[in-house]
T-cell receptor, first 108, second 116 residues
């Protein structure tokens, strides 16, 4: 069993749609990261969360520590948002665990 | 801006060759990491280092070694490349010690290695 599970694995949306990607984890964590990987491989860190909610532009990330669950939301999605989104946790045991990613395609 | 630079974007090697993947970061980070990424498996940690000349095995160290002679450079070595090491390799660095709880990892662009 993976310590980090993401859903859905693949997501196709029309431009302008509101998108939600979910992440559940099974370990105690000190922080949770949302990463974006563009075609070609480069990875960008979007958010680091240990509680509550963070917002950056059209991106919103929330975390519920009690439920061991986080969501990444994209409002007014755009084709340039097409990428793989990866959830990662830094466990209290000083390990990093990664989800397998959600591949998002936004169609114009 | 933090910059993590991997020496090659694409690399093609033959089975049995010794392969060096280089990673350099310019922000004086203590921690550096090597991952491989494969379809359906996500990112898996190969080795990490939290100081010069220090290294720790990750989840899948077999077939790999690392070198950290200088703080800014972390090298991944495939002593004798095999076809099952064909993968995307990603290097990352982070600024605080492992005991810290607020580690953001900064990633390089990746090296896509093909072993024929």
């Amino acid at each position: 069993k993976n310590e980090v599970e993401q859903s859905p694995q693949n997501l196709t949306a029309q431009e302008g749609e509101f998108i939600t990607i979910n992440c559940s984890y099974s370990v105690g964590i000190s922080a949770l990261h949302w990463l974006q990987q563009h075609p070609g491989g480069g990875i960008v860190s979007l958010f680091m969360l240990s509680s509550g909610k963070k917002k950056h532009g059209r991106l919103i990330a929330t975390i519920n520590i009690q439920e061991k669950h986080s969501s990444l939301h994209i409002t007014a999605s755009h084709p340039r948002d097409s990428a793989v989104y990866i959830c990662a946790v830094h466990s209290t045991g000083n390990q990093f665990y990664f989800g397998t990613g959600t591949s998002l395609t936004v169609i114009p | 801006d933090v910059k993590v630079t991997q020496s090659s974007r694409y690399l093609v090697k033959r089975t049995g060759e010794k392969v060096f993947l280089e990673c350099v970061q310019d922000m004086d980070h203590e921690n550096m990491f090597w991952y491989r990424q494969d379809p359906g498996l996500g990112l898996r940690l190969i080795y990490f280092s939290y100081d010069v000349k220090m290294k720790e095995k990750g989840d899948i160290p077999e077939g790999y070694s690392v070198s950290r002679e200088k703080k800014e450079r972390f090298s991944l070595i495939l002593e004798s490349a095999s076809t099952n090491q064909t993968s995307m390799y990603l290097c990352a660095s982070s600024p605080t010690g492992l005991a810290g709880s607020k580690n953001i990892q900064y990633f390089g662009a990746g090296t896509r290695l093909s072993v024929l």
